[in-house]
């Protein structure tokens, strides 16, 4: 098993089989979205013809919705896995994001929750696609002053409730809508077991080989929650030991369509790494801050056949790359492949 080329070809970073953005996010599950504007590049270089266009049209018609999700962070999932993957990992989020207030002092009421997302969802409808400056003139002319702080967690539990949603996709901010009319009405109950088996199996079809450790912090559920999604998978799902540690396979894990010698321009926050607790596998403890900090600020890094040993500029003039892992032979004829691709990405609207 090589688990760096496995991780490649089934996390769609090589030999993409995808053409529409909205499948790549549907492949994954979820896709982190910290980053408003590298998130686009982390979809769009897991297609064919990468594309800033086909992302922004995916964003804008919802197929592609961003919200705060698992982990309490922001994540892009796709249309069709939104109501079911809300029911599934609203709960744990809204306990996570109530501990994380309660540590910055923070009080919400219930009534004070329910009369702000009314306002919120009122603005919402009106405009379409709201921001957060739309929502805060809405509290203003009603008599109600709120810092950002205060509001960012109004809006992050009008997420976990089904009210708010991404709307259409702005340059540089953010934009919320009602997910009723963004998405479509929640089809109605779904069965826990379900969703935990199809969560399960979307995790490790899209990052395999992955430890039951990775999927417990991607997932942000419980062990005992992450067992049951193995156990449910039954025979679709196989274990293979390598190095001490145990890994979890699908039975039709993709394993032909890498290719050596390839340069891969990586975002911030991308699930290449993020989606991972552990992640030596492709990034030497050495190097470890090169691409992000104990505090989880991930910086852009570049990959050759799969191994992280660079970082890259992608808002600076040129291409700027800076390699340091030195023990790997640059080519510079396939590094600027690489550039050009994003280039190609930018430009193709």
């Known amino acids: 098993m090589n688990p760096v080329a496995l991780r490649l ?6 030999a993409p089989q995808f053409t ?20 686009r590049w982390a979809v769009a270089m897991r297609t064919k013809k990468p594309s800033a266009k086909a992302f922004k049209d995916a964003f804008d018609s919802g197929s592609i919705i961003r919200l705060h ?77 709120m810092d950002d702080h205060r509001l960012s967690y109004h809006i992050r ?11 259409d996709l702005l340059p540089m901010k953010a934009t919320y809508a009602l997910a009723i009319k963004k998405v479509g009405p929640h089809p109605g109950k779904t069965d826990r077991d379900e969703t935990l088996m199809t969560l399960t199996r979307k995790y490790f079809q899209s990052r395999q080989p992955a430890t039951i450790e990775d999927f417990v912090w991607w997932s942000g559920l ?15 799902i196989h274990k293979e030991h390598l190095n001490g540690r145990d890994f979890y396979l699908t039975d039709n894990c993709r394993t032909r369509g890498f290719r050596q010698g390839k340069y891969l321009l990586i975002p911030p926050y991308d ?4 989606g991972y607790k552990s992640r030596d596998i492709v990034l030497s403890q050495e190097h470890r801050h090169k691409a992000h900090n104990n505090s989880g600020i991930f910086q852009p890094v570049i990959a050759r056949d799969g191994i992280i040993c660079g970082n890259w500029a992608p808002f600076k003039p040129g291409s700027q790359a ?3 892992k030195h023990d790997v032979h640059v080519s510079e004829e396939s590094i600027r492949q690489a550039w050009k691709l994003y280039e190609d990405y930018l430009n193709r609207n």
Request: glycine residues 6%; charged residues 25%; contains cysteine.
């Open 271 to 274: 699930e290449y790494l993020i």
């Open 20 to 39: 529409d953005p909205a499948e790549v996010v549907s492949h994954l599950c979820a896709i982190q979205a910290q980053e408003y504007r590298m998130m």
């Open 222 to 236: 419980n062990v005992s929650d992450c067992r049951r999604g193995i156990e449910l998978l039954s025979t679709l």
């Open 157 to 167: 539990m009008a997420e976990f409730t089904g009210t708010l949603c991404s709307g």
């Open 69 to 145: 999700l698992m982990r309490g962070t922001w994540q892009l999932v796709s249309a069709q896995d939104y109501w079911w993957m809300l029911d599934l990992c609203a709960p744990k989020a809204i306990a996570v994001t109530k501990g994380w207030m309660a540590s910055n002092k923070i009080s919400i009421p219930a009534r004070e929750q329910t009369k702000i997302r009314d306002i919120l969802s009122r603005i919402a409808e009106e405009k379409g696609s709201a921001t957060k400056e739309d929502f805060k003139q809405a509290l203003k002319e009603k008599g109600i002053n």
């Open 9 to 14: 070809l089934n996390q769609q970073l090589a």
């Open 322 to 324: 800076d390699f340091f």
